[in-house]
């Protein structure tokens, strides 16, 4: 039997989830640790989603997207300081989020390419350094606490909380993990969407050549500026749910680490394919996750003992995986062969 | 166009060409490698800024637009080594092309609103590709093109944009003899079918001497001739320019 492609990747994808959630299971680790896993699971799919429209679409380096997610965090913590319902927040943070894009995208777009990943990547840091230093607007490294969170409420009372006590986790977690997901869904519909379309056909033409889609007749750096700027949009939300599910807004979580986790999910996943983002992410934090508790045998017990040891585990487990499937999990291999 | 130049550095790669292409005209630019033809094309296409000179595209002064904005007013330009977009699939190359899409917009894009549109540029799609025989590598990816195929889907890509001037550069080079027939048939076929004026880059001489109305020469950067191609042949400076002079 012959699969078509959506089946095929929903099939990568749920196997992805099981095996993760399956080797959880198999650990003995409770509902709980497992919450916590697939919040981080979920966060970074959404993230990583922008930079799969901006990168894997369009062809566009955009090394900043935590600063993306540092505006969306701390419009809510700021909104919540200057006494601004959470709604406004929030749609601060996503006009903010877009609109930066564009001023970052209006100088460097008509550049040479790298003049883009340069000048995102000195806008994240940036970005984290005011954080850090202009204590009048984001309190510095102490950070934004004390805010708001979207159905705190509902979610610890009454239904939702004796459904969560039946599944053994905090109602509050798991609400967050829901609302997660519902946002990394919808954001995926979205742009899936978009890429789908005959704006999605342009932004793959400049990722294959820019002259050619110019002398097509596409006005190609509006096409760069809009997927720039909507592929920051899903950095703000992470950015919000972020601070939501952590309580806190603050520079340190804003390191460009984050970014390249995103690029590393990406290119896991499969770069040209939307979906790559949502396999990726659930890969690479399992194997994050699960290299935090596994305890390995023997002469490599010592890469189980120290928290830098861990990632080396997870590394080489990614470079076997990269050597296995060079295209990405749910990438096509055809593409690979064309490739520039 | 009127006194076009361009320098790289001290070398004057186009120096002060003028030259008309009448309307469903085809006229041939031949001249030996490094003569700045395919510079020329450039700065028409608006693809590079030109140093001096003036444009114009049916009456109206084009000069310093840029290449979207020309294609969009009925310039197309294919390349002298054939640019697939390697990919993406034959049809969405083709598809790409068509002018005037109401689904390249954001909004219109996520509301669905271009589906109608999009069959009938499927449509027509599907037919130019019929027209110049690649319908059966319609949902190959591009990359996978021999040369002469991807010359073929360019001029496919071209003929989307409904043109009222086609540049051509070098539609034959590299392309195996059975199937430069075909493209030269094809060329023929358009001008026919679609009315517009041609200006070709052609290194196959006798080929470009045969089927244009008109040919220019350059050399140097300057246009050295510029006649009906029975003059020439027999042109004493344009042996020279290929020749070296006696």
Known sequence: MKLGRDARDGLVLLAAVLAVFGAFAALGLGTGYMVNAGILIALFALFSLGLALQFGQAGLVNFGQVGFAAIGAYAVGIAHLQGWPMGWGVLL???????????????????????????????????????????????????????????????????????????????????????????????????????????????????????????????????????????????????????????????????????????????????????????????????????????????????????????????????????????????????????? | MRGLAKAFGGVRAVDAVDLDVGPGEMVGLIGPNGAGKTTLFDLVAGALPADAGSVRLRGEDVTGKPAHDLAQRGLARTFQIARALARMTVLENVCLAAPGQHGERVLPAMLRTWTGQEREVEARARETLEFLGLQEHADAYAGSLSGGQRKLLELGRAMMLKPRLMLLDEPLAGVNPVLAQRILERIAAIRALQGCAFLVIEHDVESVLRTCDRVAVMAHGKKIADAAPDDIRVDRSVLEAYLGAA
């Open chain 1, 93 to 340: 943070g996503l006009a903010a989020a877009a609109l930066f894009a564009a001023l970052l995208g209006i100088p460097t777009l008509r550049l040479r390419e790298d003049y883009l990943a340069i000048v995102t990547i000195g806008f994240a840091e940036i970005l984290r350094i005011v954080a850090t230093s202009e204590v009048w607007l984001t309190q510095g490294p102490l950070g934004i606490r004390g805010f708001p969170r979207p159905g705190l409420e509902w979610a610890t009372q009454g239904a939702w909380a004796s459904f969560a006590a039946r599944l053994g986790a905090n109602p509050y977690p798991l609400f967050v993990l829901a609302l997660a997901l519902l946002l990394t869904g919808l954001s995926y519909a979205a742009l899936a969407l978009l890429v789908r379309s005959p704006w999605g056909r342009v932004l793959k033409a400049i990722r294959e050549d820019e002259g050619v889609a110019e002398a097509l007749g596409k006005d190609t750096f509006r096409f760069k500026l809009q997927a720039l700027a909507i592929g920051a949009l899903p950095g703000a939300l992470f950015g919000m749910l972020f601070a939501w599910a952590y309580a806190q807004v603050v520079p340190d979580n804003f390191t460009t680490i984050n970014t390249f986790y995103a690029v590393i999910i990406v290119v896991l996943g499969g770069l040209g394919n939307l979906r790559g983002a949502l396999a990726g992410s659930v890969v690479l934090w399992g194997l994050i996750s699960l290299a935090q508790v596994v305890k390995l045998p023997g002469p490599l017990a010592f890469l189980s003992q120290a928290g830098p040891a861990q990632y080396l585990v997870v590394g080489l487990v990614l470079i076997a995986l990269m050597m296995f499937r060079p295209q990405g999990l749910v990438g096509r291999r055809e593409e690979m062969l064309f490739g520039k």
